[in-house]
């Protein structure tokens, strides 16, 4: 990937479009909210995988996700939670937590700050 500096931050062009990354949210993605977005995302995207591995039914997955940062150490992302709300007849509570394991382990965002961010998950089935 290449980054060519503009006016107000950072731009890079993907086949799919250019993605404009600023400290300033007035001008483009912030540099924390992409990388909150990557594991987020990476883990919405493992745990769907799992849960079609699994066989378990589902009619979709939504993840929200809460960032604590630490002022005193450059406003890092110390923490990020992420709550997945996941929609589906008769899903097995047991077998979702089991899901959300494997889904920690083979999701490669979590797997790449795991050492420096604390990430947690809980889960919510809805009918």
């Known amino acids: ?5 503009n006016e107000k931050g950072f731009e ?16 483009g993605f912030r540099p ?3 990388l909150v977005s990557s594991v987020a995302v990476c883990s919405g995207g493992v ?13 979709n997955i939504d993840v929200t996700a809460k960032v604590t940062r630490d002022e005193n150490e450059a406003n890092r992302v110390s923490d990020i939670h992420l709550h997945f709300v996941i929609k589906g007849n008769e899903l097995p509570h047991e077998k ?10 083979n999701c490669s965002m979590v797997q790449s700050v795991k ?13």
């Open 32 to 34: 924390f909210q992409l």
């Open 12 to 27: 890079t062009t993907f086949e799919y479009g250019t993605l404009q990354i600023s400290g300033d949210a007035e001008y």
């Open 96 to 105: 979702v937590e089991k899901a959300l394991v494997v889904t920690r382990k």
């Open 47 to 59: 745990l769907r995988k799992v849960l079609e591995r699994m066989r378990l039914p589902y009619e």
């Open 115 to 127: 050492d420096s961010i604390n990430i947690t998950e809980s889960f919510e089935i809805q009918a």
């Open 1 to 5: 990937m290449d980054f060519k500096m």
